[in-house]
């Protein structure tokens, strides 16, 4: 059964980067389209970034031009680097299929916090 492990998050202060890492435990990736979501606290999960299985990006306008989204099929792991982070950024960020989430992948998430 494929499983979405999701690492790389922490404590950022304002204008700084991270990169986000999700793991797949399988050849899962090749043949789907798989996005980034995030949950801030009291809001709904949303989709902030996605990239087609031929390797084309979608962006939130939140995020457009400060993320960028990439896969590696061989390695089963896909990326989100993050830069110029607002405190708005601060979320929980999920990895999942796109733009319709499979509710069993939901992993835990990796906790990012942007603060001064």
């Known amino acids: 059964q494929v499983r979405l492990v999701e690492s790389g998050g922490g404590l950022v202060q304002p204008g700084g980067s991270l990169r986000l890492s999700c793991a797949a435990s399988g050849n899962f990736f090749s043949g789907y389209t798989m996005g980034w979501y995030r949950q801030g606290l009291g809001n709904q999960r949303e989709l902030v970034a996605s990239l087609t299985s031929g390797g084309r990006p979608n962006y939130a306008d939140s995020v457009k031009g400060r993320f960028t989204i990439s896969r590696d099929n061989a390695l089963n792991t896909m990326y989100l680097q993050m830069t110029s982070m607002k405190p708005e950024d601060t979320a929980v960020y999920y990895c999942?299929?796109?733009?319709?989430?499979?509710?069993?992948?939901w992993g835990q998430g990796t906790q990012v916090t942007v603060s001064s």
């Open positions: 999942n299929t796109a733009p319709i989430a499979t509710p069993r992948l």
